[in-house]
Structures are given as C-alpha cells and as structure tokens.
C-alpha cells in the first residue's frame, strides 16, 4: 500500500507540468545568473528541487485527502511520502549526472552528486517528519529556511576548490543521509499525524 | 442476522468533549439513520470507525473484523462520503479519479462513468470548481463504484437542495436492493431518514441516546399536546421534553399518557430529537 | 398493485399496505399465484424502511392471504371460496362496525340508519 501512495505521489508530481517546469527547469534558467553556474550546479539543482517538492505539496490538506480518500493506513501514507520524496530526490540526482555528463563532468566538482544526494536524503527525512509534525504554515516556513540555508551553504561552495565538501567522504555522505532519512521516518511512524 | 458494524463501549476524550460509551450495531441489509444535533459526537464516531482517531476505549468491528487490525481490507469494502470532502483541488475529476481508482480491487470503471452521467457532472472540471453538492456527487459516485458493501455518509445531503435529496434518497433505496449492502448515515437532517430508515441510533452529547428499529421508535413514542390548564405537575415528570406557549403545550413521552382533553400524536424524528437534547429544560 | 399510503391515517404504515394487499385480493384485483414484489423492491417503490414491508408481509402470510417460497419470493395464496368469503365476511363486518360506531357517536338511531342503507343499497 505504501508503494501504491508513493506512485500516487509520483504521479500527481509529473502530472503537473507546469509545476515540473518550475522545480526542475528553472534551476537550469538560473544558471545564467552569477553564482548559479558555478561548479557546484548539481547540488544547487538537487537543493532547488527538495524546495520545489515541499513548498507544494506537504501540507495538512494533503495528508487529509491522503488518508480520507484513499483505502489506506496514515502509516502507508507516511511511508508512501517519505518514498516519494527519496525516489523525486534520487530522480534529481540521476538528471543532474546527466546534465553534468552532458556540460563535461570536469566543469564541476568531484564527488558532487552523491556527496548531495546523501545531504538531500537527510534534507527530505528533516522536512518530510517536519510537514508531518508542525502545523501547515509553521512547517512551510521552517522548510523554505532551512533549504534557502542549504542553498546559499552549497552555492557558498562553488567554486571553492576541485571537491565539493571535501571534509566529508561519500560513503559517509550517503549512509549518513540514509541513515538519517530511515531516522526520521521512524520518528514519523512512532508519532503519526493528527487529523 | 449478521452486523456488518458493532461498536462498544467506544470512548473518546478530547478538547473538552467526551464521547462516552458509545454502542450500537447495524446489521447486514439495513439503512440506519444516525442522527444527532450538530456537535453531538456523530462525526467523531465516524472518523473513529475509519481509524482517522484513535479510541481511548472501546471495540469497533466492521464485517466482523477489528477495524484496526484490518484496516485496509476494511477500507476496500467501505464506500465512505464525507462532510466536506478534500480533494487534490487543483486537478480535474478525471485526473483525480485516476490516482483513485487503482487503490481499489474492485473498481468498476463503467459504474462509476454511469454514476457521472447521472450526476450530470463534467470529468473534465476541476474539483475546486465544483459547488458543494457537485462535491457530495462526485463523493458519491466515488464511493459506490468499488464494490463498497458498507456505505458511511457524514451529513451528505447538508447544503444540498430538496430536489437532489431526494435524488440523493432514491440512489440509497435502489443500493439496497443488494441484500449484502448496507448504509450508515449521518446527519441533523431527520426528514430525510423519517421514511427511508429501517434503525435510528440517535446521539446527544457524547451519549447515545437510543439505538431501535424506526418502526418501534414511531409506536413507542408519542406526542402529547394539551391546552395550557392541562400540564399538570404529575404530567410534566412523565414527559421527557416539552415546549409551552400561551396557548398550550407540546411534549413527547416514550410511552402513552392519560389524561383529559390531551391529544396524542405521532412524533417526527424530528420532534424524538428535539425533545430529547431539550429535555432538561421541562417548560419555558 | 395499487398502495397509496397516507402519513395521516391512524393506521401504521405497515398496517395500510396489509389492508391494501387484503383488498386487492379480496376484490379479484390479485388472484393466487400472482407475484407479489419483493420486500425490499416494495420498499423501494413505496419510499419505505424493508422492515415495514417484511412486518406488513409477515402479517400477510399469517393471515394466510400470502405464502412465501424460499428463493422465489411472497405470492398470493390459494384463496379456498369458503375461507374467502369467511375473509371477506369479516371484513363487511369490520367496516360495518366502524360505521356504527361512529353514528352512534353522531347520536343516530336505528331507523334513520336502515333507511340511509336502503338509499345506499339501491344506489
């Protein structure tokens, strides 16, 4: 059932194409703005869209209609959109290989898409147990803060040097994201959504 | 006779209000008409029986099983039209009926197409366009397509003109002709029930107040009307209810009363409602 | 079959529809074998609860005036002549009763009832 509310999600996602085009086209329009097309684009690419994806949709009327008009459990919803979320985010990660296999992978930094995809996970385990816990508003507001943070750490990044956040390995970026992701989402069973 | 639901003891605090020892079944092949004021426990009971609270005490079996245990398996086989049903407000029926359907083993995609056409409603309309009965319409034909055998309606025909009530009353009669199904509905609106209801269980206050066939209910209950001289003291105790103007007086009482120049009349549902959540206040 | 209930009678509903039922077939309008609906089409038709249309069936078939077939559903019953006309006896009885009742209220007397019956009957 989890699986069905993460296609679900996955669904209502690509069947919005103008939303699409703003969460993931508009990265690539930025990069004619200085500091966007720097070596670090394809963190800045993952970062934009973890934004895009929860500016929209992780909001109470979600959840509600997510359990109210669908035959399942409030525990498959929030598996089923903590899925969502990592598969969107994993999505993004493989784009952004693309793109950088496309501009010549030297113009970037090393390491950059794994080293952001672990960073991305936990970013979505945070925000995904964040929209389920906080009021509406309360967790839009603290979502959008904590990725213009993000945002502005990563394009800080650019440029610095051949190795995106050299100080952290990959492997510890991604079972560190992963890790944190499955924490959040174990936070995000124990202590479900009123609704 | 089998209960398709069986709720006891059912106990639920929150907020100030108290659900308090809620019981009652409904048994397979029967309208029941679960009525109540508003704020008197009837939508609490109903987000409790689809596990959308959790109870503080209690059981509710539905088709004979625990309804958390088997939630799912529960959900497939119940239609459920809410009060105000939320939906992805931005897309079209039809794109929202798409990431429906797939949830459900028994999706009857040309029922539900029937359902649409006979709603007069437009696939192609976005929900957020919809006016509230369209809403309740397509909740409806949502409800009623997937082989649901249990049927639970929260206030559906609030906010909906007479016409399509009884519209709305004529689809309910032709569901039951299926002996299997069954329907629960809820509402403050009695004279939609008064007819069609085979069970009335009735709430006030967190309290269920009776839970019987409607017939028994008609022959148990009877309206007393009286010029004002008669409402004696000893007459007053035996109402449960009653109203008084300068011309006389109106009460209910659950059994029949004696007494001169009293008329006796059959209450509405609405008038068992009435003077039961106004019962504490005997007279003016 | 015709069943016109009225909210007004001091008949309970399921009583009308047996009173109705009872008439057609006393008056030949239903004959036996004839089907009769289903408890729950009647229902439906009627804009009823199923509960009254089983009860006013049930009182039907102890009246012996309907059998019902597992499976097949409720049809009028065999109406042997002499229990018809006990039946039907009983209800001129009935009505006739309740027409005496109410002229004596009225504060009739005999003979101005039979000459109103003779009208009647010559009518």
Request: hydrophobic share 45%; aromatic share 8%; proline share 4%.
């Amino acid at each position: 059932m989890a699986l069905k509310v993460m296609v679900k999600e996955l669904r209502t996602l690509l069947g919005d194409a103008r939303s699409m085009l703003v969460t993931f086209a508009v990265p690539f329009l930025f990069r004619l703005l200085p500091g966007f097309n720097g070596s670090a684009f394809p963190a800045i690419l993952i970062a934009y869209v973890i934004l895009g994806l929860f500016s929209t949709r992780a909001d109470n009327t979600s959840i509600r209609t997510g359990v109210t008009q669908f035959p399942v459990m409030v525990r498959d919803h929030v598996v089923g959109m903590f899925l969502y979320q990592a598969v969107a985010v994993l999505g993004t990660a493989l784009l952004a290989i693309a793109f950088m296999l496309i501009a010549g992978p030297d113009k970037f930094m090393a390491d950059i898409v794994p080293k952001a995809l672990g960073i991305g996970l936990l970013l979505t385990g945070l925000l995904t147990a964040m929209g389920l816990w906080l009021r509406p508003e309360v967790a839009r507001v603290m979502s959008m803060l904590v990725i213009i943070l993000v945002l502005n750490f990563v394009i800080f990044q650019s440029d610095k040097g051949p190795v995106f956040l050299p100080w952290l390995s990959v492997p510890a970026a991604l079972l560190g994201g992963l890790g944190g992701w499955l924490g959040f989402l174990a936070l995000g069973l124990l202590n479900p959504p009123r609704l | 006779m089998e209960n398709i639901l069986d709720i006891k003891n059912l106990r639920k605090e929150f907020g100030g209000f108290t659900l308090d020892n809620i019981s009652f079944a409904l048994p397979r092949g029967y309208i029941m008409g679960f009525i109540g004021p508003n704020g008197s426990g009837k939508t609490t009971t109903l987000k409790l029986i689809m596990n959308l609270m959790r109870a503080d005490a209690g059981t509710i079996e539905v088709f004979g099983q625990d309804h958390i245990r088997f939630e799912r398996e529960i959900k497939q086989r119940i239609g459920f039209v809410y009060d105000e049903p939320v939906y992805y407000e931005n897309l079209s029926i039809r794109r929202m009926t798409g990431l429906i359907s797939p949830f459900y083993a028994k999706w009857d995609q040309s029922l539900y197409e029937d359902y649409l056409r006979r709603f007069e409603l437009n696939a192609d309309q976005k929900i957020k366009t919809l006016s509230k009965g369209m809403r309740t319409k397509y909740a409806l034909a949502l409800a009623l397509s997937h082989g649901a055998e249990l049927l639970i309606m929260d206030e559906p025909t609030a906010g909906l003109d007479p016409v399509f009530r009884r519209e709305l009353l004529d689809i309910l009669l032709d569901v039951m002709q299926r002996e299997e199904n069954s329907i629960l509905f809820s509402t403050h609106i009695t004279s939609d029930l008064d007819r069609v209801a085979d069970y009335i269980t009735f709430i006030d206050r967190g309290k269920i107040v009776l839970s019987q066939d409607k017939d028994s209910l008609y022959e148990q209950y009877v309206l007393v009307k009286g010029g004002p001289g008669d409402l004696t003291d000893a007459l007053r105790r035996e109402l449960i209810g009653v109203t008084v103007s300068a011309h006389g007086f109106e009460g209910l009482a659950s059994h029949p009363v004696q007494g001169e120049g009293l008329l006796l009349d059959k209450p509405s549902l609405e008038d068992i409602m009435f003077f039961h959540t106004r019962g504490d206040r005997h007279g003016a | 079959m015709r069943i016109v209930l009225s909210n007004d009678s001091r008949l309970a509903i399921w009583e009308q529809i047996v009173e109705q039922i009872k008439d057609a077939i006393m008056k030949g309008e239903l004959s036996p074998g004839d089907p009769l609906p289903s408890i729950r089409a009647l229902a439906r038709d009627l804009r009823i609860s199923v509960i009254t249309t089983k009860r006013a069936y049930d009182e039907l078939e102890a009246e012996r005036f309907v059998e019902s077939i597992q499976g097949k559903g409720s049809f009028v019953a065999a109406q042997d002549s002499a229990m018809m006309r006990e039946k039907r006896l009983k209800s001129i009885e009935a009505r006739l009763s309740e027409a005496l009742i109410e002229a004596r209220l009225l504060g009739f007397d005999y003979e101005e009832l039979e000459q109103m019956l003779r009208i009647l009957w010559e009518e």
